[in-house]
């Protein structure tokens, strides 16, 4: 609003900007179309975190750039004859290839989880192979599934029967058990 411009002195008029929104049909339907739209598209996202992972919900987020464009070629090829939309031009060849960029850039940084590029030393994956640094990270989120198991058993273990014992590591060599009086067997 304090910067120079053409806006009636401005750059952007919030107060003219609200004058047109209140008298004119046209830009209030408008505007309840896109928040219907913003809404759903944010709804579906949350549901595809919800469903899948936020992996897929990164490499989903990629095809907006590219849906957006698409649909200003067909606006201007198909439904409007020229008059709107955007033209195909010597510079389309880069942004298309951007686009594959994106695409693939997002689908190998999520390695190794579902839905990702591995690079294996393939022709596409210009012959990168990462196959070991994905087989420790495999290791290491197996690791993290058995972790996760044990302190859920340890944790219901607990709840049948509290004592000291379910506080105690399973790695707890036999010696060690001994000495406190954990490693005999008592009949109850």
């Not at 609200?18 to 896109?34: G, K, R, T, W």
């Not at 219907?36 to 936020?54: C, K, M, Q, R």
């Not at 690791?143 to 000291?164: C, G, T, V, Y």
Request: cysteine-free; proline content about 4%.
């Amino acid at each position: 609003y304090f910067l120079p411009g053409e806006d009636h002195g401005s750059y952007e008029d919030p107060f003219n900007t609200y004058a047109m929104f209140m008298n004119s049909p046209v830009i209030q339907y408008a505007f309840i179309v896109y928040f219907f739209a913003i809404f759903g598209y944010n709804l579906f996202a949350v549901l595809v975190t919800f469903a899948l992972n936020s992996v897929w919900h990164a490499i989903l987020d990629n095809f907006r750039p590219i849906t957006v464009w698409l649909t200003d070629l067909a606006i201007y090829y198909v439904f409007t004859g020229g008059a709107y939309g955007e033209t195909w031009t010597v510079y389309s060849y880069l942004q298309l290839a951007g686009m594959m960029v994106l695409l693939y850039g997002t689908s190998v940084y999520n390695a190794p989880h579902a839905g990702s590029v591995k690079l294996k030393g393939q022709w596409w994956a210009l012959w990168v192979d990462l196959s070991s640094e994905y087989d420790a990270v495999e290791e290491e989120l197996h690791e993290a599934e058995l972790h996760d198991e044990w302190e859920q058993k340890r944790e219901e273990f607990k709840m049948r029967r509290p004592s000291s014992m379910a506080e105690r590591s399973p790695h707890v060599s036999i010696h060690t058990q001994a000495l406190a009086g954990m490693g005999t067997h008592k009949i109850v």
